[in-house]
């Protein structure tokens, strides 16, 4: 089975610094990587996904991600963050049999002003 | 377009209460999945259906369960409750239930077992 580890549980910064969300997996196969966003009161949002291809992943709001195989990891980041990017964020795996995720427990990121 | 529906959006019940929940998809979506969050297990998924058929199964007891109807809508039901099943629940539908598909997620259902 896949597991999934986000080493930070918060992560408190700046208005305008950058920032990384740390995500690591483990699985035997290869995998489907997300990245999601929840908003308070609110579902999920879909940030981005890698499925294949360019290891270096664009998604919505100015965010990335970029997949390394060899360190099984998928680190989101936004260079320059907002105030409106505070909310929590979810890393989830699936593997080529897809009919369910493996999220990790979550990184509340909090953006200062 | 509308998103993903859950009803209701809050709920409190009683321990040994028996509840049921509502999720009505995208059009055009044929896959629900369920998922319950809790502040210390995260996201735990329930389940999964696709065409009225259960497709996929997480480690949950038997006392949650779940069905799909022909126009794709699902309810998921929870028999006996226990307090920890306080939970936000939440409900995602995609096309297919494959990994090309976006799931999309509905607000939750918000329960509280007293």
């Known amino acids: 089975a896949q597991s999934v580890t986000q080493l930070d549980s918060q992560v408190p910064v700046f208005e305008e610094a950058p920032v990384e969300l740390r995500c690591n997996y483990s699985?035997?196969?290869?995998?489907?990587l997300f990245w999601y966003v929840q908003y308070p009161n609110q579902g999920l949002q879909l940030l981005l996904k890698y499925l294949s291809g360019s290891t270096l992943v664009k998604g919505i709001n100015g965010f990335e991600a970029e997949f390394n195989k060899s360190q099984t990891s998928f680190h989101l980041r936004k260079p320059s963050v907002h105030i409106s990017d505070t909310a929590e964020y979810f890393c989830?795996?699936?593997?080529?049999?897809?009919?369910?995720?493996?999220f990790g427990s979550g990184t509340k990121l909090n953006v200062k002003p | 377009k509308a998103g993903v529906t859950q009803t209701p959006r809050y709920l409190i019940k009683t321990r040994g209460q028996q509840v049921t929940l509502s999720c009505s998809p995208i059009s055009g979506h044929r896959s629900v999945s369920w998922y319950q969050q809790t502040p210390g297990q995260g996201l735990q998924f329930l389940f999964e259906y696709f065409s009225e058929t259960q497709r996929n199964k997480g480690n949950f007891p038997g006392r949650f369960s779940g069905r799909q109807f022909s126009n794709s809508r699902s309810e998921m039901n929870v028999s006996t409750l226990e307090l920890g099943d306080s939970a936000l629940y939440l409900c995602?539908?995609?096309?297919?239930?494959?990994?090309?598909?976006?799931?999309?997620f509905g607000p939750g259902t918000r329960l509280t077992v007293t």
């Open positions: 989830a795996v699936s593997d080529y049999n897809f009919n369910k995720f493996y």
């Open positions: 995602a539908s995609s096309r297919a239930g494959g990994p090309r598909d976006e799931q999309y």
């Open positions: 699985s035997s196969v290869s995998v489907y």
